[in-house]
């Protein structure tokens, strides 16, 4: 037992567990009807619902994975990590996000009694101002021209979701600056997206927590140097950058930049949206008052995450079932298809998300586990998927769980009808209820190679209309849902040790320090 009453087992040591593994396996086909479309149904925030009545879990199962959620404590862990319990076991660290947001169970305070969420909502406001003066044309370029682009270099978690979260926005607010990502060391990356921009109307953002990431602090230094060989009379390339990092890196503090803003090392890479490291960039691009439509929509599904009953909790639910599929199942791949093409990067993102956070072998306190953890997720936007790998999804060898998402109304509201009196929207969606059906029930046919097997579960993430609020609460229910499972494997979903390795052996050979012969062999082949 540990403090507040919360004690770590490992799943196959759960009661529940072993009971949901004498299960024998529910069809589809029976599961999935139209009172069970209606029922099987929770909110997340927002308006958001999840739905499962295609998920292959019947009420024996649900019943035997909310005994699971209660004997593995998952509300009295998040618990803990909001009051800024330390949950990130590898690096001993809080894992504080979800401040950024709302104080979920009141202040965290640091171990110099410091009020951590005061911290970060003072950031907020800094850059929020920040942002309003350059809208208001009182900070400028250093040639005193107004920005009207912001780009941010940047790679993982300071790329993947101010990016995702950037391409969802566009359609659904007016834009007050052009926003653009560099992130890749491929020097092909900078040069495609600077040979677009104006130097002097160019605001950069430089983001790493860390502050020592080799590919951002590459391309800040190649940002720095093409703006000097502009010549350009009274430009400063320091003064076009603002940073965004924690107060411990080496970045802080750096009085050649125009500004700084901060994190801590309570926000995990992956997790840091809604902080600064997206905060900054959704601020200028879309305006501050955006960016807290997006934190209220993610506060909304905290709070139901926190507080409602398993049947009730959409990011409970989500886990739990996603929980069977891979340990009861053994599914080991989920695609995510999102139904817009405004969620053309929150697949990525979500990979991200998923993968690094739940890609471990080990548990929260270095045990070698015996069962399978995060699965594969890839994703791309319906119907262009449907055009691509859903051949395999509807006939392949392997069963692999699709996560829908889709919204009733279109994001820009343009649309036409055909001769038939049907919109590009309603096709859409019918591609997406058709897809659900397909998959479930399957059909058969005289020739192998026209029948469908079914049996292929999916859920379904369904709101009106993809507005800051509902981007909001969809970003905070797959940072829930994830952290559940974590909780569910017993392990620390908030290190990436794994990352680390390549890393090391990049900086030896580049270095000359390395003595790996393969590895110089390799090198060779590729110069
Ligand atoms: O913001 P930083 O410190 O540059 O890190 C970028 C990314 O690198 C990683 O550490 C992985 O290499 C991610 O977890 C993180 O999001």
């Known amino acids: 037992m540990e403090k507040n009453n919360i004690s770590y087992i490992d799943l196959d040591?759960?009661?529940?567990?072993?009971?949901?593994?004498?299960l024998s396996p529910l069809s589809l086909e029976k599961l999935l009807t139209t009172s069970a479309i209606a029922e099987k149904t929770a909110a997340s925030g927002a308006g958001l619902s999840?739905?499962?009545a295609a998920m292959p879990v019947g009420e024996k199962q649900l019943e035997l994975l909310e005994q699971l959620t209660e004997e593995?404590?998952?509300i009295g862990k998040f618990r803990l990590l909001a009051a800024g319990g330390v949950m990130n076991t590898g690096e001993k660290r809080k894992v504080l996000h979800h401040l950024c947001r709302s104080e979920l169970v009141g202040k965290v305070l640091d171990e110099k009694g410091q009020d951590i969420g005061a911290f970060y909502r003072e950031q907020q406001r800094r850059f929020s101002d920040f942002a309003g003066k350059v809208h208001a044309g009182?900070?400028?370029?250093s040639t005193g021209k107004a920005f009207t682009t912001v780009l941010q270099i940047g790679i993982g978690g300071s790329d993947l979701g101010p990016r995702a979260l950037y391409l969802a926005l566009e359609g659904a607010v007016e834009a007050k600056m052009k926003g653009l990502f560099i992130s890749n060391v491929d020097p092909d990356d900078a040069a495609a997206v600077l040979s677009g921009i104006d130097p002097e109307r160019t605001l950069f953002i430089l983001v790493s927590k860390s502050g020592t990431t080799q590919e951002t602090l590459t391309n800040r230094d190649l940002v720095l140097s093409w703006l000097e060989s502009k010549e350009i009379p009274g430009l400063k390339p320091g003064k076009q950058m603002v940073a965004v990092t924690s107060a411990t890196s080496p970045l802080a503090g750096s009085d050649t930049l125009l500004d700084s803003f901060y994190i801590d090392d309570f926000i995990g890479g992956r997790y840091s949206s809604t902080s600064a490291v997206g905060g900054v960039i959704l601020s200028l691009a879309f305006g501050p008052e955006v960016f807290d439509r997006l934190l209220k929509?993610?506060?909304?599904?905290?709070a139901i995450a926190l507080n409602a009953p398993f049947r009730?909790?959409?990011?409970?639910?989500?886990?739990?079932i996603g929980l069977y599929l891979r340990n009861i199942l053994h599914y080991p791949v989920t695609a995510v298809l999102p139904y817009s093409q405004a969620l053309s990067r929150f697949p990525a993102h979500l990979q991200q998300l998923d993968m690094e956070s739940n890609g471990k072998r080990v548990n929260r306190d270095g045990k070698p586990l015996g069962y399978s953890t995060g699965p594969v997720v890839f994703g791309e936007p319906g119907t262009n998927g449907q055009h691509s790998f859903y051949q395999l999804l509807h006939q392949g060898t392997d069963i692999i769980p699709l996560q829908f998402v889709g919204f009733k109304k279109s994001q820009r509201g343009e649309d036409r009808n055909d001769e038939a009196g049907i919109n590009s929207q309603r096709k859409l969606n019918a591609n997406l209820a058709a897809q659900i059906i397909a998959f479930a029930k399957g059909k058969e046919d005289?020739?192998?190679?026209?029948?469908?097997?079914?049996?292929?579960p999916s859920s379904l993430l369904v709101g009106d209309r993809l507005s800051p609020e509902v981007?909001?609460?969809?970003?905070?229910?797959?940072?829930?849902k994830v952290m559940f499972q974590g909780f569910l494997w017993n392990i620390n979903s908030f290190d990436q040790e794994g990352v680390q390795l390549g890393k090391i052996l990049t900086k030896k050979l580049l270095s000359g320090e390395t003595e790996d012969q393969e590895l110089m062999a390799f090198d060779t082949l590729l110069r």
Request: aromatic residues 8%; charged residues 20%.
């Open 471 to 480: 981007l909001g609460a969809l970003l905070a229910h797959f940072e829930n």
């Open 297 to 302: 929509g993610a506060a909304e599904t905290d």
């Open 138 to 141: 009182e900070i400028t370029g």
């Open 13 to 22: 040591q759960a009661k529940a567990f072993k009971a949901l593994e004498t």
């Open 72 to 74: 593995m404590q998952l």
């Open 446 to 456: 005289v020739n192998p190679n026209k029948s469908f097997p079914g049996g292929r």
């Open 312 to 320: 009730e909790n959409a990011p409970l639910l989500d886990a739990a």
């Open 50 to 52: 999840y739905n499962y």
